[in-house]
């Protein structure tokens, strides 16, 4: 599916930053004031708390006022949160932001480059680095340009990446039209890779290279530490695409396909490091033709042309 731009963005604000939190009291000030700290100052701040019961709620309150729009509900998990933060944005572009990461000082500058640059595309992936728990190193930003690579649409992209939630900017219109298409199912496990199925026939799709936008923290209470509940979210995947419900457009299934094989591979692995060899086994089972479809398609990559990258100098 491609997206058609809009002639004319008549909506109060460029990026509604949607930050889910869950307990993360002890990290969530520092996501909050990474995107205070932005170049870039035509957005909102919506923080959506699933049921904290840590007094974040309180606490943010307290120390931002109305600097944030705090609004929170009954815990449902990372995805309704989301779903029910971004119901209350203003922005013609969603930035989501989990509550352990931080942008960037540049990272709504540089997306707002890509949208003027590239007729603004409704998907946008931004660039990004990890670092263990607090020793978080910002590396030196070289503002001189941006390098980006434009698929015709998320799945039809060359390379591979390593999703998170905080990576993934849409324009709110395709974020609410794809809900709607999808309809009412069960919430998922991997939000991300769930949302990026689900908008991924929306295009154009740019991918971000440089310079790097999110800072992806790793800590010993993160969900995707948990190998089982993990790896139960792949089979929701796998389910989702077999029944042909993934993507809220036409399906693809050869590329649904492919793009399943990393996360099997990924979890799978993972369970058999942990000692969970029942739950790799289910994957191997379930997704063993989504595997056989990801190598075709990466056999088949070394002899099709890489997409060149696209450079967008800054202004």
Avoid at 26 to 55: H, P, R, W
Avoid at 164 to 185: D, M, P
Wanted: hydrophobic share 40%; proline share 5%.
């Amino acid at each position: 599916m491609i997206y058609a731009k809009d002639d004319e963005l008549q909506s109060h604000r460029r990026f509604s930053v949607v930050i889910a939190t869950y307990n993360r009291r002890d990290y969530v000030c520092k996501t909050i004031d990474s995107v205070l700290a932005q170049t870039f100052n035509d957005y909102e701040i919506i923080v959506a708390d699933d049921g904290s019961t840590d007094g974040t709620a309180d606490m943010l309150k307290s120390v931002y006022g109305s600097r944030v729009r705090l609004v929170h509900h009954i815990n449902q998990g990372s995805e309704r949160t989301y779903q029910f933060g971004s119901s209350f944005a203003s922005g013609q572009y969603l930035a989501f932001l989990d509550s352990d990461d931080l942008f960037l000082p540049h990272s709504l500058m540089t997306y707002d480059k890509i949208i003027r640059t590239l007729d603004a595309p409704p998907v946008i992936l931004g660039s990004m680095m990890s670092f263990q728990e607090d020793m978080y190193n910002p590396p030196d930003a070289d503002m001189d340009f941006i390098e980006v690579l434009k698929y015709r649409d998320y799945l039809s992209r060359d390379v591979s990446i390593g999703l998170a939630q905080s990576r993934i900017v849409l324009k709110r219109a395709v974020f609410e039209e794809a809900n709607r298409l999808r309809g009412t199912t069960e919430p998922y496990i991997l939000n991300d890779y769930r949302l990026m199925l689900l908008v991924g026939t929306y295009g154009p799709c740019v991918i971000t290279k440089k310079p790097i936008t999110v800072a992806y923290r790793q800590h010993g209470d993160q969900g995707s530490k948990k190998v089982g509940k993990m790896a139960e979210g792949v089979f929701q995947l796998i389910r989702a695409v077999r029944r042909r419900e993934a993507t809220a457009g036409q399906p693809r299934p050869f590329l649904e396909y492919a793009f399943l094989a990393g996360p099997i591979y990924e979890w799978s692995r993972k369970a058999i490091k942990s000692h969970g060899v029942w739950p790799a086994l289910r994957l191997a089972m379930a997704g063993w033709p989504m595997v056989a479809v990801g190598a075709t398609r990466k056999l088949w990559s070394r002899f099709h042309r890489v997409t060149s990258p696209i450079i967008i100098p800054y202004d």
